[in-house]
């Protein structure tokens, strides 16, 4: 089972940018799907950006234009890039590994957007 520790989240004002990062160890990304979801008070958890096995990204239109998922499989490390950030962005920000034998989740990171 992948285990995956989150970070990079923050206070920042809208207009801003933050870059969460993603780090796995006990196993390699390369063989999962890769997922950012988010969590704020009272809502649904939300799917925000995914990276495929099949290398297929997807975002969450709110967040389209503005978010960029990536992976660096030699650091085994998935990033979010968050630009142009939006009170409504404000959340807990959760990294997900999934494969047939694992769905693995981090402990998440605190993004807020507040001016």
């Known amino acids: 089972q992948v285990h995956l520790v989150e970070s990079g989240g923050g206070l920042v004002q809208p207009g801003g940018s933050l870059r969460l990062s993603c780090e796995a160890s006990?196993?390699?990304?390369?063989?999962?799907?890769m997922n950012w979801y988010r969590q704020a008070p009272g809502k649904q958890r939300e799917l925000v950006a995914n990276?495929?096995?099949?290398?297929?990204?997807g975002y969450a239109d709110s967040v389209k234009g503005r978010f960029t998922i990536s992976r660096d499989n030699a650091k085994n490390t998935v990033y979010l890039q968050m630009n142009n950030l939006k009170p409504e962005d404000t959340a807990i920000y959760l990294c997900?590994?999934?494969?047939?034998?694992?769905?693995?989740w981090g402990m998440g990171t605190q993004v807020t957007v507040s001016s």
């Open positions: 990276d495929n096995s099949d290398r297929t990204i």
């Open positions: 997900n590994a999934r494969n047939h034998f694992d769905n693995s």
């Open positions: 006990g196993s390699s990304i390369s063989i999962y799907s």
